[in-house]
C-alpha cells in the first residue's frame, strides 16, 4: 500500500491538466481499489495462516486477526481518504475552499464556544473573554484573506468601515487592504498584458511604471504612458479571478448558510450579479456612461476611459492625480489631534470605545463651521510665514533662521459626505444608472478640490418604475411609516416564511435607512440579523436592483461611520425621492 501510494503520488502535478484530470482520476481511482484489493487478500492470508497454526499458538493467533481487522478497516477508511485528498488538492476551487473551512470554521466555533460560556457572566469577564480572541483572531482573519485574495479581499474591505459592526483589533487590521494589498510580480503583469494585446509591452505605452498604485480584489492598477504621450492608468485583470470569484462565494454563501443565515440570500443574488466586474469592455462603457451621467457635478471627475485600448482583460484610463480619500481622512483627524493637543491613538480608541459601547457618537462639525475653522487655520499659517519670511530676510541673515509653518491638512468632511450622498442620490434616482460599491478605495481627493470616482465594475440599472417604488420607500421610513415600508418590502419581492410584518419593516430599515443601536434594538448589526432570522427567516430576495441599492446604501453608511458622520439615509435621499415621484406624475400627465 505504501509503494502504491508514493506511485499515485506522482501523478499529483498532471491533474492540474482540466483536459487530462478525469482519465487520470479514473485510473487513479482503479489504482487506490486495486490497492485495497491486494490489501484485503494480504490481510485475509495473515488470518488464514494464523488459523491453520496448532491449538499450542491459537491463543497467539487471536492478536494476530485483531490487528488484520485493525488493517483492513485502516486501509478502508486511509484509501478513500487519500483519493478524496488529491482531488481536492488538485482543484484550484476546492482546495481554496478546503483552506477556508480549515481556518475559519475553528475560528467561527471558538467564538460560538465562547460565547455559550460567558453567557449571564458580568459584561466585563465577557469582553475580557473575547478580547483574548480579537488579539489572536484578528491578524489571522487578515493573514487568511491574503493567502487566498480574490473576492475575500473585497469582503474585507467592506469590514473594514464598519466601525460599528466589528471590533477594534479586525478594524485595524482589515483597515490596510484598502490600499496595501500584495500585488503580483511585475513580469506576470506585463505577461499578462502583452498576452492580452498579443504583442510586446513597449508597441503600445512609452513608459509603463512596475510598481503598482494599488492592488484589490480581483486585479491591480499600474500608472503608464500612451506612445501619444498621455498620461494614463492600466487596470489588469488577474487570471483565474472570475473562476475564484465563483468558487470564493459559493464558500462564502456555504458559510453563512451554518453561521448567519440570513445573509446567504444576499449572497446568491450578489454572485448572479456581479458577472459585468471580469469585463473590463462592459466596464469601459459603463465608466463613459457614468462619466456623461456626472458632468453635472462640477465638484466631480470621472476619468476617460480609452476604449480603443481596452479589451476584457485590461482597461486603460485617464490619469487622475491625488490620494485616495482614506489616505486624506487618516492625515485630516491627525492633524485634529494635534490642534486639540491630544494623542492621535488616544482619539482614536476614544471613538472606538462610544462605538463600541452603542453610545451616540459626537458628530464632526457642520460644512460652515468646517469652512470657517479652515479658514482660520489657514490665517495662522499664513500671518505665522509671513513674520517668518520678513525675519529670516532681515534678522535671519545674522541669526538662526525661524522655521516656517506647514499648512494643516484639514478637510470638509461634512462637505465630501454631503456630495457623495448627492452623487449616488443623482445616479439612483435621476439616472437610473448607479455605481453598487462606493467603498472609500474608489474615492479620490484630487488638488483642485474636486473628488474622483473610480471602479465602475459594478454599476447598475434601475428602471423608472422601480425607481418610483424605492422613492416611495424611502419616503416611508423617513416619515416613519413602518407599516407602509413592510408593505412595500413585500412589492419589492422580498419574502420571509411567515412574512411577519415587523420583521420585513426592519429589514427595510437596516437596508435603506439606518442600522444604528435604536433600530436594532441594542444589539450590534449581526447579532441583530440573527435574531430576525430566527424570528422569520428569509426565503426569497427582491429584485437584483433593490439589492445593489441595498449594498450602497450600507457601504455609505459604513463610510460615514468610519468618518464620524452617521448618516440615515432616508432623510437624505427624501428630496430626491420626491423629485422621482413628481417626474412620474409628470410623465402620466
Same mark, same amino acid.
Given at each position: ?28 481511482t ?5 490497492c ?15 488459523a491453520?497454526r496448532?491449538?499450542?499458538?491459537t ?27 488529491v ?5 484550484p476551487?476546492?482546495r481554496?475552499?478546503?483552506?477556508f473551512?480549515?481556518?475559519?470554521g475553528?475560528?467561527?466555533l471558538?467564538?460560538?464556544i ?8 458580568p ?5 475580557a ?6 488579539d ?8 487568511l484573506?491574503?493567502?487566498l485574495?480574490?473576492y ?8 473594514s ?5 466589528l ?5 485595524d ?10 500585488p503580483?510580480k ?22 509603463f ?6 492592488a ?12 501619444d ?6 487596470k ?10 465563483h ?26 450579479q ?43 484610463m ?7 480619500l482614506?489616505?486624506g ?6 492633524a ?8 492621535f491613538?488616544?482619539?482614536q ?40 519670511a ?7 541673515w545674522?541669526?538662526s ?7 494643516v ?8 459626505m454631503e456630495?457623495?450622498?448627492?452623487v449616488?442620490?443623482?445616479?439612483v ?8 460599491d ?8 484630487? *488638488? ?6 473610480i471602479? #465602475?465594475?459594478? =454599476?447598475r @440599472?434601475? $428602471?423608472?418604475?422601480? /425607481?418610483? &417604488? ?18 412595500l ?14 420583521v ?10 439606518r442600522?444604528?443601536?435604536?433600530v436594532?434594538?441594542?444589539l450590534?448589526?449581526?447579532q ?8 422569520? *427567516? ?7 436592483? #433593490?439589492?445593489? =441599492?441595498? @449594498?450602497m $446604501?450600507?457601504?455609505? /453608511?459604513? &463610510? ?20 422621482c415621484?413628481?417626474q412620474q406624475q409628470?410623465?402620466?400627465?
Amino acid at each position: 500500500a505504501r509503494e502504491e501510494v508514493v506511485r499515485s503520488s506522482k501523478l499529483v502535478p498532471r491533474l492540474q491538466d482540466a483536459a487530462v484530470r478525469p482519465a487520470m482520476l479514473r485510473s487513479l481511482t482503479q489504482r487506490l481499489a486495486a490497492c485495497a484489493f491486494k490489501a484485503k487478500t494480504a490481510t485475509a492470508g495473515i488470518a488464514t495462516v494464523a488459523a491453520s497454526r496448532s491449538s499450542t499458538t491459537t491463543q497467539a493467533a487471536r492478536p494476530a486477526r485483531r490487528g488484520s481487522r485493525a488493517a483492513k478497516v485502516a486501509v478502508a477508511i486511509a484509501l478513500p481518504l487519500l483519493g478524496a485528498g488529491v482531488y481536492v488538492w488538485s482543484d484550484p476551487g476546492l482546495r481554496r475552499s478546503a483552506i477556508f473551512w480549515s481556518r475559519a470554521g475553528p475560528m467561527y466555533l471558538h467564538y460560538r464556544i465562547v460565547e455559550k460560556m460567558v453567557a449571564g457572566k458580568p459584561e466585563a469577564e465577557r469582553d475580557a473573554a473575547f478580547q483574548k480572541l480579537h488579539d489572536v483572531y484578528a491578524k489571522e482573519a487578515l493573514r487568511l484573506i491574503l493567502d487566498l485574495r480574490g473576492y475575500y479581499v473585497k469582503v474585507g474591505q467592506v469590514g473594514s468601515t464598519r466601525a460599528d459592526f466589528l471590533p477594534k483589533e479586525y478594524i485595524d487590521a482589515l483597515s490596510t487592504l484598502q490600499d496595501d494589498v500584495p500585488p503580483e510580480k511585475p513580469e506576470k503583469i506585463r505577461q499578462m498584458i502583452e498576452h492580452s494585446y498579443g504583442r510586446p509591452l513597449d508597441t503600445v505605452f512609452s513608459y509603463f511604471e512596475e510598481t503598482p498604485l494599488g492592488a484589490a480584489s480581483i486585479g491591480q492598477v499600474h500608472r503608464a504612458k500612451l506612445l501619444d504621450g498621455r498620461d494614463v492608468v492600466v487596470k489588469v485583470k488577474y487570471p483565474n479571478a472570475e473562476s475564484m470569484f465563483h468558487s470564493d462565494l459559493s464558500t462564502l454563501i456555504s458559510f453563512c448558510e451554518l453561521a448567519q443565515p440570513e445573509q446567504a440570500p444576499f449572497l446568491r443574488e450578489l454572485q448572479k450579479q456581479l458577472a459585468i466586474e471580469f469585463d473590463y469592455n462592459s466596464e469601459a462603457a459603463a465608466q463613459r456612461i457614468m462619466k456623461d451621467n456626472m458632468a453635472v457635478f462640477k465638484e466631480v471627475k470621472v476619468p476617460e476611459p480609452f476604449e480603443e485600448f481596452c479589451n476584457r482583460d485590461v482597461l486603460v484610463m485617464e490619469f487622475l492625480p491625488g490620494i485616495k480619500l482614506v489616505a486624506g481622512i487618516q492625515e485630516h483627524f491627525k492633524a485634529i489631534a494635534a490642534l486639540k493637543n491630544q494623542d492621535f491613538k488616544e482619539m482614536q480608541a476614544e471613538f472606538e470605545r462610544l462605538l463600541k459601547e452603542g453610545r451616540e457618537l459626537p458628530r464632526g462639525p457642520g460644512k460652515l463651521k468646517m469652512q470657517a475653522i479652515i479658514a482660520w487655520t489657514d490665517l495662522k499659517t499664513a500671518c505665522w510665514n509671513s513674520l517668518a519670511a520678513s525675519y529670516n530676510y532681515t534678522l535671519g541673515w545674522f541669526l538662526s533662521n525661524v522655521q516656517y509653518a506647514k499648512r494643516v491638512p484639514l478637510l470638509n468632511i461634512a462637505e465630501i459626505m454631503e456630495l457623495v450622498v448627492r452623487v449616488h442620490a443623482h445616479q439612483v434616482f435621476v439616472d437610473g444608472y448607479f455605481n453598487a460599491d462606493p467603498h472609500p478605495g474608489n474615492l479620490l481627493l484630487m *488638488p483642485d478640490g474636486r473628488l474622483g470616482l473610480i471602479d #465602475f465594475g459594478q =454599476v447598475r @440599472r434601475m $428602471s423608472l418604475d422601480e /425607481r418610483v &417604488l424605492l422613492a416611495r420607500a424611502i419616503i416611508a421610513l423617513a416619515d416613519g411609516d413602518l407599516e407602509q415600508a413592510a408593505t412595500l418590502h413585500h412589492e419589492m419581492g422580498f419574502s420571509t416564511k411567515r412574512m411577519d410584518r415587523h420583521v420585513a419593516a426592519k429589514a427595510m430599515q437596516i437596508a435603506l435607512d439606518r442600522d444604528d443601536r435604536e433600530v436594532c434594538e441594542g444589539l450590534n448589526l449581526q447579532q441583530y440579523f440573527e435574531k430576525l432570522g430566527k424570528m422569520d *427567516p428569509m426565503v426569497d430576495s427582491a429584485r437584483p436592483s #433593490f439589492m445593489m =441599492v441595498g @449594498r450602497m $446604501s450600507v457601504l455609505l /453608511r459604513g &463610510l460615514g461611520t468610519h468618518l464620524g458622520y452617521p448618516l440615515q439615509m432616508a432623510t437624505l435621499w427624501r428630496p430626491y425621492a420626491e423629485r422621482c415621484l413628481q417626474q412620474q406624475q409628470h410623465l402620466k400627465q
